[in-house]
């Protein structure tokens, strides 16, 4: 516990039979970051923070549509600008609840080419597995340059801002991570 205090689990509602489940990243007392692909489409969102284990949390909010806000260039053809903002009520912040420590404005053209890099989530554990996980996992993957995975992505998809990381090894994010921190 607290090793991950930013990390925030979502629990999205798209429809009374449709639920799905992402990461974010608590970047302000009232802000999750995640993924637009994870939200454009929800009715409603259950945000779980200072948690470890899936859906038991310190602190569990539940917003409608009406407090996401998606890029307004999002593509979800492309997957540019895959980017949210999720509006939550103030929360008081503890040993288990603090934002992510974001780079510095003179950092944000960086590559990050041969970092290491931390992703947590309780998405898949395998290729095999149906549902995520109930107990937050994380692994450390090797950020590479983007000329080294925009041959596996068709065009468009690898743009300057996006950070590609090594899966050497089998270790890798997977389904319902998307939308949490790295």
Do not use: M
Request: glycine share 8%; with cysteine.
């Amino acid at each position: 516990p607290g090793q991950f205090p930013y990390q925030v689990g979502l629990s999205i509602e798209a429809d009374e039979y449709t639920y799905s489940w992402c990461g974010g990243a608590l970047i302000a007392q009232e802000r999750v970051l995640t993924a637009a692909h994870c939200v454009d489409e929800a009715e409603s969102v259950t945000v779980y923070l200072g948690s470890t284990t899936r859906e038991v949390a310190e602190i569990t909010y539940t917003v409608t549509k009406d407090d996401i806000t998606v890029h307004p260039t999002y593509n979800s053809a492309t997957f540019k600008d895959d980017i949210a903002l999720i509006k939550i009520p103030s929360v008081t912040y503890t040993s288990t609840i603090q934002p992510v420590k974001l780079p510095d404005i003179s950092s944000s053209y960086s590559t990050y080419d041969g970092e290491s890099a931390y992703a947590s989530g309780w998405g898949l554990t395998s290729d095999y597995e149906s549902y995520v996980t109930n107990h937050l996992q994380w692994a450390v993957l090797k950020v590479i340059d983007n000329s080294k995975c925009s041959p596996y992505y068709y065009d468009g998809v690898i743009v300057d801002s996006t950070l590609c990381t090594s899966t050497y090894g089998g270790i890798s994010i997977c389904n319902g991570d998307s939308g949490g921190p790295l």
